[in-house]
């Protein structure tokens, strides 16, 4: 184990293993980020290695030529460094009483992974380390290491939400509020989403998600009132929340957490219910109707478990957002679920992910 996945594990054993009637969520969030100032100075201190060394460390697995094997299936790999290091959310059980001191970022449809540009190459990864898609930019062999947290849309798009590497700067340890500033400053001044494609073959665009600051009213207003949140027929998933003082946590953590939109007033205040775009409570489930918000977070933690299963025992290999281990006795956040397949009848095929996975392989092969 690193350094580095053993001050994660430190964060993940104040909250694991524990039930709701234990530690409440602002309970544990409150440890956490007591934990998090105390870790922040003891990284310092002792020079620990940060994701940047690791990568650096790793060599150039991820650097092969986008021109190579051409006309040939791309090369599909795996890397332990990009296994597990995506920051995953849970369930908003309860409205924080320091509201104030968040962010709301709205989340389109896609797939939840991990981008690496890298002397001008970009390589997505899933959660898993899996490489998704590999490319060219335009961005040149003097582009630095920089790892984005993003969503990747039916579209090629990336929807960039968080910053993990700028530029071979290390922002793990940084606080959320930093990196979301940083993201979008230095992306603009570089012109980095004007360099990231150009090249007809390549598709791909980089876009940047905007967040909203819930200290101020007008904003969350203006987040749940839009519609729509995307351009180009991508559709919003649900919302999420990150505390502002939180570091970039691997793995699931309760500073950052997740609502549909219809969940908002039950959760934050019925006050909030006239402010949402009426297009984001004409398709409220039956079944949350029936059972109420936090019998059907249980209810739809459930179901996934139960589709993850089948999906597991038939061996079907998949891109799915909802596709990773979950245990049931755990609180699942929104990258362990099929929000799809869950409220949209019109993706009723199980497998219309790995069908675009096949897609993207042969756009590429095209290439």
């Known amino acids: 184990m690193t350094d580095s996945d053993d001050s994660t594990s430190r964060f993940s054993d104040l909250y694991k293993n524990k039930t709701r009637s234990e530690y409440q ?39 092969c030529s986008d021109s190579e094997h051409k006309r040939q299936r791309p090369r599909i790999w795996y890397s332990k460094l990009y296994r597990d290091k995506a920051q995953l959310s849970e369930w908003m059980y309860e409205g924080p009483a320091d509201l104030e001191n968040w962010f ?13 540009i890298r002397r001008g190459l970009a390589v997505a990864y899933d959660k898993h380390g899996k490489s998704i898609t590999k490319f060219a930019t335009s961005m040149g062999k003097r582009q630095r290491v920089t790892v984005l947290d993003c969503f990747m849309t039916k579209e090629r798009i990336f929807y960039a939400i968080d910053l993990l590497v700028y530029n071979e700067m290390d922002l793990v340890q940084c606080e959320c509020q930093f990196r979301f500033l940083w993201l979008r400053s230095k992306l603009e001044e570089d012109t980095l989403q004007e360099r990231f494609c150009t090249s007809k073959q390549n598709r791909c665009r980089l876009e940047i998600i905007p967040f909203y600051d819930c200290k101020d009213r007008n904003q969350i207003e203006e987040c749940l009132s839009r519609y729509p949140m995307f351009p180009e027929n991508t559709r919003l998933d649900g919302l999420l929340f990150y505390h502002k003082e939180s570091n970039y946590i691997y793995g699931k953590t309760p500073l950052v957490t997740w609502l549909f939109p219809f969940m908002v007033p039950d959760v934050l205040g019925e006050d909030l219910r006239l402010t949402i775009n009426h297009h984001y409570l004409q398709r409220i489930p039956t079944k949350y109707t029936e059972l109420g918000y936090r019998a059907y977070m249980e209810h ?3 179901k996934l478990a139960e589709k993850q299963s089948r999906r597991s025992k038939s061996k079907i ?8 281990d979950t245990e049931p006795s755990r609180v699942a956040g929104w990258e362990q679920m099929e929000t799809i397949s869950t409220i949209d009848e019109s993706y009723e095929d199980e497998n219309w992910q790995r069908k675009e996975l096949d897609e993207m392989r042969r756009l590429e092969m095209e290439g």
């Open 300 to 302: 739809f933690d459930a």
């Open 104 to 116: 709301l970022v709205p989340c389109p449809v896609g797939i939840r992974c991990l981008l690496v």
């Open 317 to 324: 290999t998949s891109m799915d957002e909802g596709c990773e």
């Open 25 to 63: 969520q602002s309970e544990r969030r409150q440890r956490l980020l007591e934990e998090q100032k105390r870790l922040r100075q003891t990284e310092v201190d002792s020079c620990r290695s940060g994701l940047l060394e690791l990568i650096e460390a790793e060599g150039s697995e991820s650097e």
